[in-house]
């Protein structure tokens, strides 16, 4: 969410920000419309504020009037139909207010300067660690999976309908020994607070972080306005809408497990085999939140802690820097993570680290005090998945798959799953 202060003296710089994003064409009229009913609704207000000064003074010369035994009707008249009038503007203030706020929701984050301009195919590699493994001979995951018993698709459509998962035996014990070995490297050696946090979240927390209302059709409404979580961003960076946080609290870690959900997986038939796309996923969640000043280099910090995982795990990858027509709503700029998959050929993205600015804070109403006595300022909040767990199990299963259909368990893994080799 941007401020209205952006509306009213920097409306080109919004427009520049939308035009990198390729999306001028669509939200141009939507900041022209908001910069005019951001100038109606500061009319409207001090129209209010007049009729009120009005009133108060015909207020008091009413009880001027009494005191002196005079008579004041046409005096109280004119009092209640000011009041009469104060009212229909502060309607009309409320409606525009509304307006107002709805299109503030809809204009996307400005990308900062170092994000390159186009769509995904001016993504760039920025860094790549490890070998990838040559794909002949190496069979897809789902394949291997098959043979090993380890997931069932046809039960998890059974019971939940496509796109959802089923892990058997070993294969539900390396999900939990995922779930350790990504939580102990990021609390023990990474200095996160782990959190364990509700599935459901309220409509202000989903509208907090950007979901809602943009993407209120791709989300899962369970009951009673709460709604199921896309990813743990939402209720971990939730944990403090409202609040105002020490400086001496800062840079702040925190680090939580959950299932995630999200309708739009699979769509238009998308890499709907195997693992690739899913409705219900697991993963473990960075976020921190940070002053303006060091939201750089804690936006690099960040994303290193999440390629740990893929080291510790000897999984090879790259770091893409997106471009601005790929970086997502709410992202001022965002590190993609794409580990190999040899058994299908692809990159596949399992882990996105961003920075938000002030957006999020700002939609949350997250601040901190630089120093005491000091004026609240808006925080800076950054998040990434650290990691995705369903195509980080697909480069386990493709990238160390053995001729005999067994799979290598990465060293990282042994201890957590008690056992060297899936079979």
């Known amino acids: 969410m941007h401020d209205l202060k952006l509306l009213r003296d920097g409306a080109g710089v919004l ?36 009729k009120k000064a009005e009133r108060n003074a015909a207020s008091q010369e009413v009880a001027a009037l009494k005191r002196a035994k005079q008579d004041a009707d046409d005096l109280i008249t004119r009092t209640r139909a000011l009041g009469d009038e104060i009212g229909e503007l502060e309607r009309r203030y409320a409606d525009v207010f509304g307006e107002l706020e709805r299109l503030q929701y809809d204009l996307p984050n400005i990308v900062l300067p170092e994000v390159p301009e186009g769509g995904e195919e001016a993504n760039t590699v920025v860094r790549s660690w490890g070998e990838p493994r040559a794909s002949e001979g190496v069979a897809p995951h789902w394949e291997v999976a098959d043979r090993l018993g380890i997931l069932d698709l046809p039960r998890g459509a059974k019971i939940s309908g496509s796109g959802f998962v089923v892990f058997r035996g070993l294969g539900a014990r390396l999900v939990r020994a995922l779930m350790s070995f990504m939580l102990d490297l990021h609390t023990r050696e990474h200095g996160y607070e782990e959190v364990w946090v509700p599935l459901m979240v309220n409509r202000q927390s989903m509208t907090g972080t950007g979901q809602l209302p943009k993407f209120e059709d791709e989300a899962y409404l369970a009951t009673d306005d709460l709604f199921l979580i896309p990813t743990a961003e939402v209720p971990v960076t939730n944990l403090y809408r409202d609040d105002v946080l020490d400086a001496a609290q800062l840079p702040m870690g925190l680090t939580a497990f959950s299932p995630c959900f999200r309708r739009e997986a699979g769509a238009h038939g998308k890499d709907t085999r195997g693992l690739i796309r899913v409705h219900e996923f697991d993963k473990v969640e960075l976020v921190r939140f940070t002053t303006p000043e060091s939201s750089a280099a804690e936006h690099e910090l960040l994303t290193r802690q999440a390629e740990a995982v893929l080291q510790r795990l000897g999984l090879p990858y790259r770091v893409l820097l997106l471009a601005a027509g790929d970086t997502g709503f709410a992202s001022a700029k965002t590190y993609d993570l794409e580990v190999w998959a040899p058994g299908v050929e692809k990159w596949l993205e399992v882990s996105s680290c961003s920075t938000f600015t002030d957006f999020q804070a700002r939609r949350a109403n997250i601040r901190y005090r630089p120093a005491p006595g000091e004026k609240p300022r808006l925080i800076h909040t950054l998040n990434g998945s650290g990691l995705a767990f369903p195509r980080t199990i697909i480069a386990i299963l493709e990238h160390y798959q053995r001729p005999d259909g067994t799979v290598t368990v990465p060293e990282a893994l042994r201890p957590y799953l008690g056992v060297d080799v899936l079979s």
């Not at 920000?17 to 910069?35: E, S, T, Y």
């Open 15 to 50: 427009r520049e920000g939308m035009r990198r994003r390729g999306k001028l064409a669509m939200l141009g009229p939507v900041i022209d419309r908001a910069v005019a009913l951001d100038r109606e609704r500061r009319a409207l207000l001090a129209s209010v504020e007049e």
